[in-house]
C-alpha cells in the first residue's frame, strides 16, 4: 500500500507540473460551455495532494486491502480523436505529415483474476512484435486505473522512474471509460514532441483480463 500511495502522490505532482508548463495544450481541444467557461485543461489533478492524505483513504474492497480511492483512478468525462492512415492513404489524400507511425504491437487475454499481470505481457509481446528491447524506449504510458497495477508492472519490466507516464496519469487525470486508451496513446505521441524522444511504448489492461500494448515512432 505504501508504494501504491507514494506512486498516486507522484501521478498528481507530475500531472500538476506538466499543465503548469503547458505540456498538455497541444493535445486537447478547448470546448466553451452554455455559460461560457471554456474547458481547456483537466480538473482532476490536484495541487494540495499529499502522501498523508492518500494514507487516511479506507480500503475500497476488503477491509484488509490495499486498493483505496486514493490510489485507484477517478472516473472522468472525456474524448479523444485518433487518425489513422496507411502510407498510401496519406499521399492519396494529401494529408499532412504523420505524427508517428506504429512499429508494433500485442493484444493478450488472461484469467479475469490475473488481469493486473496483463500489461508485463501485452508490452513484452509488443516489443517482440518490432524487435526491440524494453531499453529502446524512450517513455511509457501505463494506463493507471488502479496504482497496484502500474508499480506491479514497473517492478517486473524494470521500468526506470523517468520514463514513465511523465505527466501523470489516470490517477491524476481521470479514467475516462472508452476513450482511455486514445488518450494514452495522444499524451504519449505529444511527449515524445515535446521531450525530443523518438521511440514510445502504450499499454493498458482490461478488467475481464485482456491487455493491449503499441511502440510507436515519432516522426
Avoid at 34 to 45: A, F, I, M, N
Wanted: aromatic letters at 6%; one cysteine or more; hydrophobic letters at 40%.
Amino acid at each position: 500500500k505504501e508504494a501504491q500511495d507514494a506512486f498516486s502522490y507522484q501521478s498528481h505532482v507530475k500531472a500538476v507540473s506538466a499543465q503548469e508548463k503547458n505540456k498538455f495544450q497541444n493535445e486537447i481541444v478547448p470546448v466553451q460551455k452554455e455559460d461560457g467557461t471554456l474547458v481547456d485543461k483537466d480538473d482532476r489533478p490536484r495541487k494540495n495532494a499529499s502522501l498523508e492524505k492518500m494514507e487516511k483513504f479506507p480500503s475500497a474492497f476488503q477491509e484488509e486491502g490495499t486498493v483505496t480511492a486514493g490510489n485507484a483512478s477517478a472516473p472522468a468525462d472525456g474524448a479523444a480523436v485518433l487518425l489513422l492512415a496507411s502510407a498510401e492513404a496519406i499521399k492519396k489524400y494529401n494529408l499532412s505529415k504523420p505524427k508517428a507511425k506504429i512499429l508494433g504491437y500485442a493484444s493478450i487475454a488472461l484469467d479475469p483474476a490475473r488481469c493486473f499481470e496483463g500489461a508485463v505481457i501485452a508490452v513484452q509481446e509488443s516489443l517482440k512484435a518490432c524487435g526491440l528491447s524494453l531499453h529502446d524506449i524512450d517513455l511509457f504510458e501505463i494506463g493507471e486505473s488502479f496504482a497496484s497495477q502500474v508499480v506491479w508492472t514497473q517492478n517486473q519490466l524494470k521500468i526506470p522512474n523517468e520514463k514513465l507516464n511523465i505527466y501523470g496519469g489516470d490517477i491524476a487525470l481521470g479514467h475516462p471509460l472508452g476513450s482511455t486508451g486514445a488518450r494514452l496513446l495522444v499524451t504519449l505521441v505529444h511527449a515524445l514532441q515535446n521531450e525530443n524522444k523518438k521511440l514510445g511504448l502504450v499499454s493498458l489492461c482490461f478488467g475481464s483480463g485482456g491487455a493491449i500494448s503499441m511502440v510507436i515512432e515519432r516522426l
